[in-house]
């Protein structure tokens, strides 16, 4: 890998890591109403899935689907979350919002 390409991808983890917060379910309900909310297992690193999302990595992304290691909320975990008022790290990648919980 280049020299500039490291440092790009370097600027890209860090501006990204710069920008994944906390936050509460609650907060989240209106991203998820609208279907824009993907859940990371804890196997997974957030800001490598957010990565792949900004740089349109299809099969990568596909992969962690298909694996259950990125997936779509469901009402009934949803629910959970919202009982809980669970806390999640989130970044947004227009026009999802990718979460993992907080451990």
């Given at each position: 890998?280049?020299?500039?390409?490291?440092?790009?991808?370097?600027?890209?983890?860090?501006?990204?890591?710069?920008?994944?917060?906390?936050?509460?379910?609650?907060?989240?309900?209106?991203?998820?109403?609208?279907?824009?909310?993907?859940?990371?297992?804890?196997?997974?690193?957030l800001i490598e899935v957010a990565i792949a999302f900004h740089q349109d990595q299809r099969v990568q992304v596909q992969s962690w689907l298909?694996?259950?290691?990125?997936?779509?909320?469901?009402?009934?975990?949803?629910?959970?979350?919202?009982?809980?008022?669970?806390?999640?790290?989130?970044?947004?990648?227009?026009?999802?919002?990718?979460?993992?919980?907080?451990?």
């Amino acid at each position: 890998m280049s020299e500039s390409l490291q440092q790009s991808s370097q600027q890209l983890r860090d501006r990204l890591n710069g920008e994944t917060a906390k936050i509460q379910w609650h907060e989240l309900q209106k991203h998820y109403a609208a279907g824009n909310v993907m859940a990371v297992s804890g196997e997974v690193d957030l800001i490598e899935v957010a990565i792949a999302f900004h740089q349109d990595q299809r099969v990568q992304v596909q992969s962690w689907l298909n694996r259950g290691m990125l997936f779509e909320v469901n009402d009934a975990q949803a629910k959970v979350w919202f009982n809980n008022n669970q806390q999640h790290w989130a970044v947004v990648i227009p026009p999802f919002v990718l979460i993992q919980e907080v451990s």
